[in-house]
């Protein structure tokens, strides 16, 4: 990319730190250092420092197994500030705070946007063997709990173009790569009102979702607890789908007395 032409007003390194950003922004997935010093044509050793310096910043995060990045927690902070739904989360993080102290896992709350679900707040375990929560994350809506709960509750159509727009990638052995089956583990979670996930997108963590509705019967939110599978076994998922969709109940109350 030539910054030659810019304006001499403007400051080089900061421009190109907000070209990072909007790479990572428009990505639908984590990138490489070495793909986006590509795809932005930065030399090595400016696109390592830019992006240490974001990540310091929590601009960007980085994923410690891959070691590729994403856009981190502050820059969606920021964007919950300017959005209108910024006191309804934060008037619901006493709820996820209660869960992660009853069952000391990490909790979340997740909004669809598109193909994907979006973690826009959460409470993370104190285990050092966790599931570690990542603000801002994007993840697919066929093979995560906090996914399916949102999936499940769409029409046939929608489901079809979602599906038709990201395919169904195995990432892992229990992933569901057939549709047939994607619609029956869909009906069974709105017979159940729950959806599981077990180790279908992340190697060794299981999850459990419910949605939380809005005053149309709409699914606005999803209401996760993630965690290793050492943990977060058949007898633990029995206890927390009770008490999840209390807590859902309440979020619930939560989102019709906030004022917008």
């Given at each position: 990319m030539n910054?030659?032409?810019?304006?001499s007003?403007?400051?080089?390194?900061?421009?190109?730190?907000?070209i990072?950003?909007?790479k990572l922004l428009?990505?639908d997935d984590?990138?490489?250092?070495?793909?986006?010093?590509?795809?932005?044509?930065?030399?090595?050793?400016t696109?390592?420092?830019l992006?240490?310096?974001?990540k310091i910043e929590?601009f960007v995060?980085?994923?410690?197994?891959?070691k590729?990045?994403?856009?981190?927690?502050e820059?969606f902070?920021?964007w919950?500030?300017q959005?209108?739904?910024?006191?309804y989360?934060y008037?619901?993080?006493p709820?996820?705070e209660?869960?992660?102290?009853?069952?000391?896992?990490?909790?979340?709350?997740s909004?669809?946007?598109e193909?994907e679900?979006?973690?826009v707040?959460?409470k993370?375990?104190?285990?050092?063997?966790?599931?570690?929560?990542?603000?801002?994350?994007r993840?697919p809506?066929?093979?995560?709990?906090?996914?399916?709960?949102?999936?499940?509750?769409l029409d046939?159509?929608?489901?079809n173009?979602?599906?038709?727009?990201?395919?169904?990638?195995?990432?892992?052995?229990?992933?569901?790569?057939?549709?047939?089956k994607?619609?029956e583990?869909l009906?069974?979670?709105?017979q159940?009102?729950?959806a599981?996930?077990?180790e279908?997108f992340e190697?060794?963590i299981?999850?459990v979702?419910?949605?939380?509705?809005n005053?149309y019967?709409e699914v606005?939110?999803t209401?996760t607890?993630i965690?290793?599978?050492t943990?977060?076994n058949d007898?633990?998922?029995?206890a927390?789908?009770?008490?999840?969709k209390?807590?859902?109940?309440?979020?619930?109350?939560?989102?019709t007395?906030t004022?917008?």
């Amino acid at each position: 990319m030539n910054l030659k032409t810019e304006d001499s007003g403007t400051i080089k390194s900061l421009r190109k730190g907000i070209i990072l950003l909007k790479k990572l922004l428009n990505s639908d997935d984590e990138i490489s250092i070495g793909e986006l010093q590509k795809e932005v044509g930065f030399s090595q050793s400016t696109t390592h420092h830019l992006l240490k310096t974001l990540k310091i910043e929590g601009f960007v995060s980085q994923n410690t197994v891959t070691k590729k990045y994403t856009i981190g927690p502050e820059l969606f902070n920021i964007w919950l500030q300017q959005n209108k739904l910024y006191r309804y989360f934060y008037r619901s993080f006493p709820v996820l705070e209660d869960i992660e102290s009853r069952f000391e896992e990490t909790t979340t709350l997740s909004i669809r946007r598109e193909h994907e679900a979006i973690v826009v707040i959460g409470k993370e375990s104190h285990h050092t063997l966790k599931a570690s929560l990542r603000i801002g994350r994007r993840i697919p809506l066929y093979c995560t709990a906090a996914g399916k709960a949102f999936l499940a509750y769409l029409d046939r159509e929608t489901i079809n173009q979602i599906i038709y727009r990201t395919g169904l990638h195995k990432y892992l052995p229990n992933t569901i790569t057939l549709p047939d089956k994607l619609f029956e583990e869909l009906e069974a979670i709105k017979q159940r009102g729950v959806a599981i996930e077990l180790e279908e997108f992340e190697d060794m963590i299981n999850a459990v979702s419910v949605p939380i509705f809005n005053d149309y019967d709409e699914v606005v939110l999803t209401l996760t607890v993630i965690a290793p599978i050492t943990r977060l076994n058949d007898k633990k998922i029995a206890a927390v789908i009770p008490y999840l969709k209390e807590k859902a109940k309440e979020i619930e109350d939560v989102f019709t007395t906030t004022e917008f």
